[in-house]
């Protein structure tokens, strides 16, 4: 089993109702800390309009009372960079846009060392950053105050998903970055970096990492070796399903309400009639949340799963195949299982109108590395599973988890963390009684 972190163009908004000093304060720790070097550093800064130009004044500001300069001194805020290949690299990257008429501020490095100063570069927004630039560079684009969700979107369209910043003080703003931001670790009012094991679970999802969390209550699970199962002789070969067909059956499911509805479990066990009791057990046992997660007083974190998306399940038994179509429906997910003689077990599942299909047979190892998928779920010996492990290590893209126990409802979800800060107060009361998501200027 492979878990893997790595890395991500993170991003901060900070809109017209945050507190300017914390938001500066963060916004300085979170992408020049470590000298940017960290996983979590943010990348790119998103500042609304109204409050852009006094903004980068106090940033400018704070940035001047920053060191450079030994590591091991307690006075240093910003420390050299790994190697000389690193601090070439970000050096050519910042003369490249500073050529192009980007550079908003610079510090000056020391030039015995492997240093690179603080950068802030003007982008129009995360679309046009080519890579991440690990290191002490932040990127700032504008935004309007009623474009937050394009933001937000255009932050998801870039695939990359390990942690994102949030500076406001409307609540429903909070709550409605939480629901559609497809990031591992959201951080309110509050920087992005230092995430605490038990209190803030850290993993990201799509570009940024395969899940689960690092110091989260489904992680040590995963690291036991899943049981081998042999499946039977069939009789004969089955029939070889193309990627055409599955992608086909994907397509027709509707699987748009699902997600949301607080009824599944309820749902599949009235479909199922007690068939895959063990499936059903260990679904209906998951704690989706959001489940309160303990952290020091002045701060709230939460943990909540969510949907991967699209999953194949492969069986390779027609009883593992029901197993996890369960899981992975009870997880949120829309779900084609390819799987011999499969149809009459889930038969029931399909007429009570769960985002479920089933073909029967076998599917083409090559569809597996073209398909749209978020997941792939099949038990089975070592041989069994290793030309699906090399068709998803073939895929383009984020790296797509290989669900191989039988019993594991928490693989078929993404793990999704807030951290608050709650002591983001005071200022227009009447503001902050606001629940809604309204333009703010």
Known sequence: MLIAETGGLNAMIVDSTALPEQAIRDIVAAAFQSAGQRCSA???????RDIEERFLDMLYGAMDALKIGDPWAFSTDVAPVIDAEARDSIETYCEEKAGEGRLLKALAAPTNGLFVAPYVLRVSGIGAMEREVFGPVLHVARFDAGDIDAVVEDINARGYGLTMGLHTRIDGRVQRVFETADIGNLYINRNQIGAVVGSQPFGGEGLSGTGPKAGGPHYLSRFRKAVMEVAPSSGGESLVVSASVIQSAFDQIDAEDWSARLDRIGTLRRALRGKAPEAMAAAAALEQGPIDLPGPTGESNRLRLTEKGRVLCLGL?????????????????????????FKPAIGPLIEAGLPVASIDGSADMTAIETLALDAVAATGSADDLTPIRRALAARNGPVLPLISDRISPASYASERALCIDTTAAGGNTALLARVGDEDVS
Not at 42 to 48: S, V
Not at 317 to 340: E, M, Y
């Open 317 to 341: 038994t027609a009883d593992a195949a029901l197993a996890q179509a369960v899981q992975a429906l009870a997880t949120g997910n829309s779900v084609v299982a390819v799987a011999a003689k």
């Open 42 to 48: 943010l990348r790119i800064l998103y500042l609304q």
